[in-house]
Nanobody
Framework: VQLQASGGGLVRPGGSLRLSCAAS????????MGWYRQAPGKQRELVAI???????TYTDGVKGRFTISRDNAKNTVYLQMNSLEPEDTAVYYC?????????????WGQGTLVTVSS
């Protein structure tokens, strides 16, 4: 199983980016999918998660600016980030719970760097 994340880059304050993370390999289905981030010198923190049924949770600092979504047919999770702020600068990691026979396994993507700077 692999998680391939993409979409990071350099953007000016107020700009937008869209992150994608696609799961590939052998598994039955995806369960909870989410995004975390780790800024320099800080611990990794939850950004947003989305349940298989579409329910979402966001950390307070991104509510109203970020939107998480998923395409179950493509086993892909997205993070639309608008009104980006320098404080959003971090490596963003996708996190996906995959169902296999008899259990659920959590996988992490390789991380994609988002830099918000003028």
């Amino acid at each position: 199983v692999q998680l391939q994340a993409s979409g990071g880059g350099l953007v000016r304050p107020g700009g937008s980016l869209r992150l994608s993370c696609a799961a590939s390999g052998t598994f039955l289905s995806t369960n909870v999918m989410g995004w975390y981030r780790q800024a320099p010198g800080k611990q990794r923190e939850l950004v947003a998660i989305i349940l298989s049924g579409g329910g979402t949770t966001y950390t307070d600092g991104v509510k109203g600016r970020f939107t998480i979504s998923r395409d179950n047919a493509k086993n892909t999770v997205y993070l639309q980030m608008n009104s980006l702020e320098p404080e959003d600068t971090a490596v963003y990691y996708c996190n996906v719970d995959l169902r296999v026979i008899g259990r659920t396994i959590t996988y992490w993507g390789q991380g994609t760097l988002v830099t918000v700077s003028s």
